[in-house]
């Protein structure tokens, strides 16, 4: 094929017709044989229906996958959603919502047993109540700094350094998490155990969410820690993307009015930009959620409800990834899928939702470019 | 009331281009002039220096005197003052889509920390008289987004937004240009009766538009100022042989 194009070519190069001329001398043979050619190729229909099924395939594989996780999901707590029904995400058997908050505001009542495999009685309780309290303790502390960073790096950062730092910012996020943890249990813990734990301790103590000064440094409040420094780059470089879409005619707008930098900033940025922000909010909360390694590694993994926020704790990834390997019990492997249904379901849903959002302002809404 | 402007030995640079070179001009107060010339002459530059917009391009850079009545822009004060007092109405309407029509009007005086809502009201409803879209919009000021309106009545809420900070100059930079023929005329007849009680300067690349609003016309070409003089003399009379052969449609 090739050989045939590189010799028309030649033909036109060589027989082309001289500048001047024009095309008026009538017979244009070089013209005639690339147009055989062309016509020679036939539509190739046939090709570009497979190709085209061949596609549809590959996308298809992306719902098949998730179906078939679903499946095995919904399939594999079968056993525990007979038993137990919708008291699985409540209290356990013989407790009352009285009692739980008891044991939940007084260090010192004793702490119902929410999950014992040995008696087959199993509640979600205490692992929804530690997935939500360090996610939120995460988003509490990454999403001030993540704007703050993103509005650095795109109104104030000078030229040179923006791409530097907004690098390192997104390499944060490629970090495997199984290095957040081994960091956070060698440099983190051991701080927050010697010096940050007490100072809340004795500042806040008062309000009982610092009271329990626990010797290990583990605990909801260092895995909120560090998924906080594990969010901060997808809140930060998502945040950035969606205040770089706001067009610059909305920054001269605020400007022209007479605007400070950081009024232009809030008025003709943040402003525009904050469904968007609301999206790397969520997505950065997705994450989290989720997040396994890092957490097991700091959180304690005590299977109880505390109100101070020092205590060792358990979120459902957690649970799932410390007991998943020695539960032999059918009746406790259906109750750890149940609690991987339940983070499946709870994590794709916020994912979705955030993704709507970004995509909304990034995207979407034609209008906002005016 | 409109002050008038002193422009002394004006340059301005994007990068190593030299996009204005040595412009002295008059802006007569309570006037409308007009700036024409081919695209790239350097008139909308020139009008950004006028609210220090300009070097909010971290390349630019700019020399020489600008006097908006008897303040020096450049050496008395800080761009932030200068542009509470220079209004400006940009190419594209550039509402802001997240707020109503009525914070839209008063988010000059909102932002500088204005909150006497009987004066607001006061102040949103001649804005938007001044700007004939009153009529248009009363009845959903706090319901209806700045960006749900078209792009004329957009483009005359940037006007009374605009307007709202009372200030001395309005500068224009192509405002019908996006526009379509309904809404330009509606914004012309706007410039006539604002002048009055402005000092407007308007870039145009329209010559007609130029020669129904404004008094003065400036004739920009290359960075430089050709020609400046009376609306009615560059039109029918023009001094300069370039001014001549642009305004026949030779160029630009």
């Known amino acids: 094929m090739t050989e045939i194009r590189i010799s028309q070519t030649q033909v036109l190069s060589e027989a082309g017709n001289p500048p001047g001329q024009g095309p008026a001398n ?6 005639s044989a690339i147009r055989t050619f062309l016509l020679s190729r036939g539509n190739s229909a046939g090709a570009d229906r497979v190709f085209q099924w061949l596609m549809v395939l590959c996308a298809l594989t992306i719902f098949g996958i998730v179906a078939l996780i679903a499946m095995q999901l919904v399939y594999g707590s079968q056993l525990s959603w007979h ?7 409540a209290w356990p058997a013989g407790f009352t919502f009285a009692s739980i ?3 939940v505001l007084d260090p010192n009542a004793a702490q119902p047993n929410y999950w014992d495999p040995v008696n087959g009685h199993f509640s979600a309780l205490p ?3 530690g997935t939500l309290v360090s996610s939120f303790l995460a988003l509490l502390m990454a999403v001030p700094l993540a704007i703050g960073v993103a509005v650095f790096l795109t109104e104030m950062c000078p030229g040179a350094l923006r791409a530097p730092l907004a690098f390192i910012t997104e390499l944060l996020a490629a970090i495997p998490s199984v290095i957040y943890g081994l960091w956070a249990v060698f440099v983190l813990v051991p701080l927050m155990r010697e010096q940050v734990n007490p100072f809340l301790n004795k500042t806040l103590g008062w309000t009982g969410f610092f009271s329990d000064d626990n010797p290990t440094g583990l605990g909801f409040f260092s895995a909120g820690v560090i998924l906080a420094i594990m969010i901060l780059p997808i809140i930060s470089s998502l945040t950035r993307e969606v205040m770089l879409a706001v067009p610059h005619s909305q920054r001269e707008a605020v400007l022209a009015l007479g605007a400070t930098r950081w009024e232009m900033i809030r008025v003709g940025v943040l402003r525009n930009a904050r469904i968007g922000i609301v999206g790397a909010i969520i997505l950065g909360l997705g994450r989290a959620l989720g997040e396994t390694m890092a957490v097991t590694m700091v959180i304690g993994n005590s299977i109880e409800i505390h109100r101070s926020l020092l205590s060792n704790g358990n979120t459902m990834a957690s649970v799932i990834a410390n007991q998943f390997s020695e539960a032999s019990d059918n009746m406790h492997l259906s109750a750890l899928v149940e609690l991987g249904l339940a983070l499946f379901v709870v994590t794709i849903v916020v994912n979705a939702l955030a993704q709507l959002l970004v995509w909304a302002v990034t995207r979407g809404a034609p209008a906002r470019a005016s | 009331m409109g002050v008038g402007i002193e422009v002394t030995n004006l340059n301005a640079w994007y990068g190593t281009n030299h996009t204005l070179q040595d412009i002295n001009l008059n802006i007569p107060a309570n006037h409308a002039t007009a700036l024409i010339g081919p695209s790239g002459c350097g008139k909308s530059t020139f009008v950004r220096c006028l609210n220090r917009m300009h070097e909010t391009n971290p390349i630019a850079r700019v020399t020489g005197t600008v006097r908006i009545g008897d303040l020096d822009i450049y050496n008395d004060c800080k761009p932030v003052e200068i542009r509470r007092r220079v209004g400006m109405v940009f190419q594209r309407p550039n509402p802001f889509p997240t707020m109503s029509i009525y914070d839209n009007v008063a988010a000059g005086l909102k932002l500088n920390g204005y909150s006497n809502h009987h004066v607001l009201d006061e102040i949103v409803e001649r804005s938007l008289k001044n700007s004939a879209l009153w009529d248009e919009v009363k009845d959903d000021l706090k319901k209806k987004s700045g960006a749900s309106l078209s792009g004329g009545q957009q483009q005359r809420l940037c006007i009374a937004r605009a307007l709202a900070v009372d200030p ?4 224009m930079d192509e405002p019908a240009s996006a526009l379509d023929p309904v809404s330009t005329s509606k914004i012309e007849d706007l410039i006539f009766q604002l002048k009055s009680q402005y000092t407007i300067v ?9 020669a129904r609003v404004a008094e003065k016309t400036g004739f920009f070409l290359n960075g430089r100022m050709v020609e400046f003089d009376s609306t009615h003399k560059i039109f029918t009379n023009p001094s300069d042989k370039r001014t001549e052969d642009y305004i026949t449609g030779r160029f630009g």
């Open chain 1, 26 to 31: 009538g017979a244009q043979p070089e013209a």
């Open chain 2, 202 to 210: 308007i870039v145009t690349h329209n010559m007609q538009q130029a």
């Open chain 1, 101 to 103: 908050f008891k044991a």
């Open chain 2, 168 to 171: 001395e100059v309005l500068l």
């Open chain 1, 127 to 129: 692992f929804i109540y």
């Open chain 1, 83 to 89: 038993k137990f029904g919708f008291s699985f995400f």
